[in-house]
C-alpha cells in the first residue's frame, strides 16, 4: 500500500514537472510558470514530510516499547528485591536466624 501510494506521488510529481515543461516550451506566462513549480515543491515536500513522519513515528515506538519494557523488568526486579526484604524480617522476628539467602546478583539480574 506504501508502495502504491509512493508510485502514485511520483506519478503526480511527474505530471506536474511535464506541464511545467509544456508551459515553458509555450513561453506561457512566468507566473504560470512559478505556480507550476510551486506545485511540483509542494507535492515533493508533502511526500518527504509524511516519509520522514512515518520513519520518527516508528522510530517512537519502538523506543516507547523498549523503555516499557526496560520498566517492567525494573519493577520485577524493585519487587524481588521486596519480596526478599520481607523474608528476612520475618525470619529474623520468628527467632529462626536469617533466611536462606537469595544471591545478590540473582535479584539484579
Known amino acids: 500500500q506504501q508502495q502504491q501510494q509512493h508510485?502514485?506521488?511520483n506519478t503526480s510529481t511527474c505530471?506536474?514537472?511535464k506541464s511545467c515543461l509544456r508551459a515553458l516550451h509555450q513561453d506561457s506566462a512566468p507566473g504560470a510558470m512559478d505556480a507550476?513549480?510551486?506545485a511540483a515543491l509542494a507535492?515533493?515536500?508533502g511526500g518527504?514530510?509524511?516519509?520522514?513522519?512515518?520513519?520518527v513515528e516508528a522510530e517512537l515506538?519502538?523506543?516507547t516499547a523498549e523503555l516499557e519494557r526496560r520498566e517492567r523488568a525494573m519493577a520485577a526486579r524493585e519487587e524481588a528485591l521486596e519480596r526478599r526484604e520481607?523474608?528476612?524480617q520475618g525470619s529474623e522476628q520468628s527467632g529462626q536466624g536469617p533466611a536462606e539467602e537469595t544471591p545478590k546478583a540473582s535479584v539484579f539480574q
Open 61 to 63: 515506538a519502538q523506543r
Open 43 to 45: 507535492e515533493v515536500s
Open 15 to 17: 505530471l506536474v514537472l
Open 86 to 88: 520481607r523474608a528476612e
Open 48 to 55: 518527504l514530510a509524511a516519509q520522514l513522519r512515518a520513519i
Open 7 to 9: 508510485q502514485h506521488r
Open 36 to 38: 507550476a513549480v510551486a
